[in-house]
């Protein structure tokens, strides 16, 4: 038995992510609540042994997600220090993501 592996590669939140049916991605914030559906732009689709890169064809390729939740990333701290001055400034970041789930690749 030999299964077909099916994947494209999408643009989601300013990147490029490789997804498959059933993946769970984390991207930048898009619009939308829980629940609701997402169609990202393929880029390029692989099917068992065909690979389809061509704008046309691709064109037709509709790869769709559930939105699952909107959370906020891990905190960062950004630090700037001048020796000598008494110049210390400290800010915090926590990006805004979205946690999506692969349905289909059709």
């Known amino acids: ?8 590669i999408v643009r989601a ?8 049916v059933g993946d769970y ?3 930048n914030r898009v ?12 880029l ?30 891990p905190k960062i701290v950004i630090q700037k220090f001048k020796n000598k001055t008494g110049y210390r400034k400290r800010q915090g970041h926590r990006q805004e993501l979205t946690k999506i789930k692969i349905t289909s690749i059709a």
Do not use: F, W
Request: proline share 3%; net charge negative; no cysteine.
């Open 1 to 8: 038995m030999s299964t077909q592996v099916v994947y494209a």
């Open 13 to 20: 939140g300013g990147r490029q992510e490789k997804v498959s």
């Open 25 to 27: 991605v984390t991207l």
């Open 31 to 42: 619009p939308g609540g829980a629940g609701s559906t997402l169609e990202l732009p393929a």
């Open 44 to 73: 390029l689709l692989v099917d068992g042994e065909k690979v389809t890169s061509a704008a046309a064809e691709l064109a037709n390729v509709k790869v769709t997600a559930e939105i699952l939740e909107d959370l906020r990333g």
